[in-house]
């Protein structure tokens, strides 16, 4: 069955700095996986997907994330941080064995410090 | 604006009531799913409609169900109210086949309900 760890809960980084989300996946076959933002008191929006083309994808507002395989990961990146980014992001797999439905990680909530 | 439309936004209830959420989809989509979110456990899983079918389920208690309408909006129903149930519910919104999420979801931007 497939699984989502995402391996910190929360981080902290000052602005203008760079932002790295760590998320690991487990899956029996080649996953869907995608990062979503949740801004406080706010649904969830698509920051960006991975379905089996290029291995590096990007997103929305300058997030990027890389496939890697062999290590079983899709860490979430930016190159500069903004204050507008601090929310929460969940890291999420799609789960063919049972229709659309989507797994999600526990979420990391990114500070970011003025 | 998601084009996922949920209703009511917020909802005050007592234990042991019944109430019913609504969710009309992004035009064209297919799919409907519904999910929790509370603090303890997280973002779960609990139904997915297709086309007016049932097609997966998830972590749904036996006193909520849901049901898609041939126009495609959802409504998920809620009874027997507890304290525990307070918490976000989202619905989502999916086009391609039952089974296709290649492309993620659109969700609303969800249910927040509080039993008191």
């Known amino acids: 069955a497939q699984s989502v760890t995402q391996l910190d809960s929360h981080v902290s980084v000052s602005e203008g700095t760079p932002v790295l989300l760590r998320c690991n996946y487990s899956?029996?076959?080649?996953?869907?996986l995608f990062w979503y933002v949740q801004h406080p008191n706010k649904g969830l929006q698509l920051l960006l997907k991975?379905?089996?083309?290029?291995?590096l994808v990007k997103g929305i507002n300058g997030f990027e994330a890389e496939f890697k395989k062999s290590e079983t990961s899709f860490h979430l990146t930016k190159p500069s941080a903004h204050m507008s980014d601090a929310a929460e992001y969940f890291c999420?797999?799609?789960?063919?064995?049972?229709?659309?439905?989507?797994?999600f990680g526990q979420g990391t909530e990114l500070s970011v410090k003025p | 604006d998601s084009g996922v439309t949920q209703t009511p936004k917020h909802l005050i209830t007592a234990t042991g009531q019944r109430v019913t959420l609504r969710c009309s989809p992004r035009?064209?989509?297919?799919?409907v799913y519904w999910y929790q979110q509370s603090l303890d456990q997280g973002l779960q899983f609990l139904i997915q409609?297709?086309?007016?079918?049932?097609?997966a389920k998830g972590n749904i208690l036996e006193r909520f169900s849901a049901q898609q309408f041939p126009d495609l909006h959802s409504e998920l129903n809620l009874s027997s109210l507890e304290l525990g149930d307070s918490a976000l519910y989202f619905c989502?919104?999916?086009?391609?086949?039952?089974?296709?999420?290649?492309?993620?979801?659109?969700f609303g931007s969800g249910t927040r309900l509080t039993v008191v």
């Open positions: 899956s029996s076959y080649s996953p869907s």
């Open positions: 989502a919104s999916s086009g391609g086949g039952w089974d296709r999420v290649s492309y993620g979801y659109t």
């Open positions: 999420v797999v799609s789960d063919k064995g049972q229709g659309g439905k989507l797994i």
């Open positions: 409609y297709y086309n007016g079918e049932e097609r």
């Open positions: 035009s064209g989509d297919l799919s």
């Open positions: 991975y379905t089996s083309a290029a291995t």
